[in-house]
């Protein structure tokens, strides 16, 4: 499969701790991207890379919020110091060269905090 | 800011009923425009997009999406419907060189068989 993929699927952890979600996008994609979406509500946006450098944060990242490519690869998404509000799914999507293509979404880690 | 409207959240139809959903758009300069499908239990799948040209676009299975400039709406339409539609979709737009997506809320859409 030459899908975007993301592990976990499913996270469930205790308010407070720490938890990190990996993405791995389409192999030859530089642009990679993270949103939330939470019950009754579309997907919103989080984060971009192009490459390893992220371009853009959305005000919803907040300071407990990192998010690294370090290899124009792989992302990683980490949420410190977790709280209800937390709770999501989180999904990762990339896409090609070109701003404004098409974004390839993954199956999404889905988020309980306790 | 860019923002998405859908104006269903819940539509049920009959099996060959035909489908229209809604979804309008606020933004001032020029766009792309996506339709994303969600079927249950399954990660969200482009169903067809708008980026320049014949306003009529067609997607997978049978759907298809008329955008109107003047109305700033992107509507979803499909003749027939099946049991195998039931789904949630989303429409999304980003700006033509943008980068994010802009999703609304989602329609959910049963189709009773």
């Known amino acids: 499969d030459t899908g975007v993929s993301q592990n976990p699927r499913h996270k469930i952890t205790k308010r407070g701790q720490n938890v990190t979600f990996r993405c791995d996008p389409i192999?030859?994609?530089?642009?990679l991207y993270w949103y939330r979406q939470t019950l009754g509500q579309g997907p919103e946006f989080l984060t971009y890379f192009q490459n390893e450098a992220q371009l853009e944060k959305s005000r919803l990242l907040s300071d407990r919020f990192s998010a690294e490519r370090p290899k124009g690869s792989f992302s990683t998404l980490e949420i410190q110091r977790t709280e209800q509000g937390d709770s999501a799914m989180y999904l990762c999507?990339?896409?090609?060269?070109?701003?404004?293509?098409?974004?390839?979404f993954g199956p999404g880690t889905r988020l309980l905090v306790l | 800011a860019q923002s998405v409207s859908q104006h269903n959240h819940h539509v049920i139809l009959s099996e060959a009923a035909s489908l229209e959903l809604g979804c309008n758009y606020s933004?001032?300069?020029?766009?792309?425009l996506f339709w994303y499908v969600q079927y249950p239990g399954q990660h969200l799948q482009l169903l067809l997009k708008y980026f320049s040209g014949d306003p009529l676009v067609k997607g997978i299975k049978g759907f298809e999406a008329e955008f109107i400039k003047s109305k700033f709406s992107f509507n979803l339409r499909k003749p027939s419907v099946q049991w195998s539609d039931t789904a949630e979709y989303f429409c999304a737009v980003n700006a033509r060189y943008g980068n994010k997506l802009v999703f609304g809320a989602g329609t959910i859409l049963r189709v009773k068989s």
């Open positions: 192999s030859e994609h530089n642009r």
């Open positions: 999507a990339s896409t090609g060269d070109t701003a404004g293509e098409t974004q390839y």
């Open positions: 933004y001032g300069g020029t766009v792309n």
